[in-house]
């Protein structure tokens, strides 16, 4: 794997990081699979840039820099990668790294819910029941809880229990309508 990604090849280089990143099979090394991780990250490798944004973030392998983890996130979420879109959610949301974005928070959970990830679908019912730049909707979140448990979501359960206790009882019937 080692010499396949010193020969250029991405991929080679991206699964050499991560294998450097979780210590499988060589000594943990969180610099060198920072610069497995650049090397795929720019050859343009989606899974690269995410895994790079995601050194960042914490700061494995050199420094922490949310501005460079959240740019990241965006460039891998732009091409589908789920991971980055529910990290970059969670960056626009908090305001990390960046301009708190509310909306744009939404917006990308909501395309990695349809992409079929629960993590966004469960994102997306917290900010829907906790206001997060607008009203609290719990009808709203009710539906999103509900897909996030469709999808395997066991936490969503929970939430789900909770709404029941405070959602009126109009909108227990929209929410189930």
């Given at each position: ?86 990290y970059l ?15 744009a928070a ?49 936490s969503a ?21």
């Amino acid at each position: 794997m080692r010499r396949a990604a010193d020969e250029g090849h991405a991929a080679a280089a991206n699964n050499f990081g991560a294998m450097l990143h979780h210590g499988r099979g060589v000594h943990q090394d969180f610099a060198a699979a920072r610069a497995y991780y650049t090397q795929a990250a720019e050859a343009g490798l989606p899974t690269a840039i995410f895994n790079l944004g995601f050194m960042y973030l914490h700061g494995l392998g050199g420094v922490k820099d949310e501005e460079k983890a959240r740019e990241h996130f965006e460039r891998a979420a732009e091409m589908s990668v789920v991971d980055a879109i529910t990290y970059l959610g969670a960056m626009l949301m908090t305001g990390a790294g960046g301009p708190q974005a509310y909306d744009a928070a939404r917006e990308w959970w909501g395309k990695g819910a349809n992409l079929g990830d629960s993590r966004c679908a469960f994102n997306l019912g917290i900010a829907n029941a906790g206001g997060h730049g607008q009203k609290p909707d719990y009808v709203e979140a009710w539906r999103w809880f509900s897909r996030a448990h469709d999808m395997g979501s066991h936490s969503a359960a929970n939430e789900l229990e909770r709404l029941a206790i405070v959602m009126t009882e109009e909108e227990r019937r929209r929410a189930d309508a």
